[in-house]
């Protein structure tokens, strides 16, 4: 067979089994943003794929490992996302602002992103064998708040306890949505998110840009 046949099947291969490869992420995503680790099973996973479990355990050899991926992924996509919005010229505040904003959108968006959450907060374990993506979010956000005081761009609240609230806010935004019939509007979602950051900065008066929320908050 000429080399270049051989080539083209290999690539082929690679991409089947990079796609498969998602596709069980996707799954394991979502089984354990529902289950969390300790109820999440690898049988749960496969059922979800419509994959074998020793089909599975050709890409993940055990639910640790498959934590771990996605835990490590979420890791470098918070990295890209604090790269992209903490850059030079730009104030913390403004920084912490568009940070919080896209963090809060992606949580509803990414179930992978939420999932690494979730399973950095139900099995601490595993965090210190991968990147722990929680903490590091805390973290990040405890820095901006302390360079947005120094920048008297927020008062001083204590930084590890407003870092904590919009976690927390964070958490319980993904089971509320904002609007009529819980349409869940972005403009609404926006509103809602810069009114929480400028009541800790301690502005007073409208939203940012003068926009009211519509509709009311409809627990979910």
């Known amino acids: 067979m000429p080399s270049s046949t051989l080539e083209g099947t290999r690539m082929v291969k690679q991409e089947r089994a990079r796609r498969t490869r998602?596709?069980?992420?996707?799954?394991?995503?979502?089984?354990?943003?529902?289950?969390?680790?300790?109820?999440?099973?690898?049988?749960?996973?496969?059922?979800?794929?419509?994959?074998?479990k020793g089909a599975l355990y050709g890409h993940f050899a055990s639910k640790r490992l498959l934590a771990g991926a996605l835990?490590?992924?979420?890791?470098?996509?918070?990295?890209?996302?604090?790269?992209?919005?903490?850059?030079?010229?730009?104030?913390?505040?403004?920084?912490?602002?568009?940070l919080v904003l896209d963090l809060a959108h992606r949580l509803k968006a990414d179930i992978r992103l939420r999932a690494a959450l979730r399973l950095a907060t139900d099995c601490p374990s595993l965090s210190r064998a991968v990147p722990d993506v929680f903490e590091d979010v805390r973290r990040n956000l405890v820095d901006l708040v302390r360079r947005a005081q120094r920048e008297g761009g927020m008062p001083p609240h204590p930084p590890e306890l407003v870092a904590q609230l919009l976690l927390a806010a964070m958490h319980g935004a993904l089971?509320?949505?904002?609007?009529?019939?819980?349409?869940?509007?972005?403009?609404?979602?926006?509103?809602?998110w810069r009114l929480l950051l400028d009541a800790l900065s301690g502005d007073a008066g409208e939203l940012s840009g003068g926009r009211e929320a519509e509709g009311g908050v409809h627990t979910g």
């Open 175 to 192: 089971h509320v949505s904002f609007g009529p019939a819980g349409c869940g509007r972005t403009d609404t979602w926006d509103a809602v």
């Open 71 to 98: 835990l490590s992924q979420s890791h470098e996509v918070w990295e890209e996302m604090l790269l992209a919005r903490d850059t030079p010229g730009v104030t913390a505040r403004t920084a912490l602002e568009s």
């Open 22 to 52: 998602e596709k069980v992420l996707d799954a394991a995503a979502e089984e354990f943003a529902v289950q969390g680790y300790s109820r999440a099973t690898l049988n749960a996973v496969a059922a979800r794929t419509g994959m074998t």
